[in-house]
């Protein structure tokens, strides 16, 4: 069973920085597909950022050229770089693993996700 843990949440003001990142139990970073999500209160679960074993990235129309995902295969680990944050950035995070890399790619999409961390609160103030 793949666990996945998040870090790097904190608090930060308007325009700052967080590096969030996800270490995983067993070696799946660069051969599942990964992604970001997060969800606010009162709010659906979102597709932020998703990354495939090429290495092929999407990001929500909300993220672009402020977020950036990666991933580390030596050390197992999924990054979400995040630049010039904004007060709407405010919710938890979560990482997410999609194990069937052989049919076609939704990265932003919830279902095809079956492992999920238990998230990592990222707070930005205006």
């Known amino acids: 069973q793949v666990q996945l843990v998040e870090s790097g949440g904190g608090s930060v003001q308007a325009g700052g920085s967080l590096r969030l990142s996800c270490a995983a139990s067993?070696?799946?970073?660069?051969?599942?597909?990964m992604g970001w999500f997060r969800q606010a209160p009162g709010k659906e679960r979102e597709g932020v950022a998703g990354i495939d074993r090429d290495g092929s990235t999407v990001y929500a129309d909300s993220v672009k050229g402020r977020f950036t995902i990666s991933q580390d295969d030596g050390k197992n680990t999924l990054y979400l770089q995040m630049n010039n944050l904004k007060p709407e950035d405010t919710a938890m995070y979560y990482c997410?693993?999609?194990?069937?890399?052989?049919?076609?790619?939704?990265?932003?999409?919830?279902?095809?996700?079956?492992?999920w961390g238990q998230g990592t609160q990222v707070t930005v103030s205006s």
């Open positions: 067993v070696y799946i970073v660069g051969r599942y597909r």
């Open positions: 997410a693993a999609d194990p069937m890399v052989f049919r076609p790619w939704y990265p932003l999409a919830i279902a095809p996700y079956t492992s």
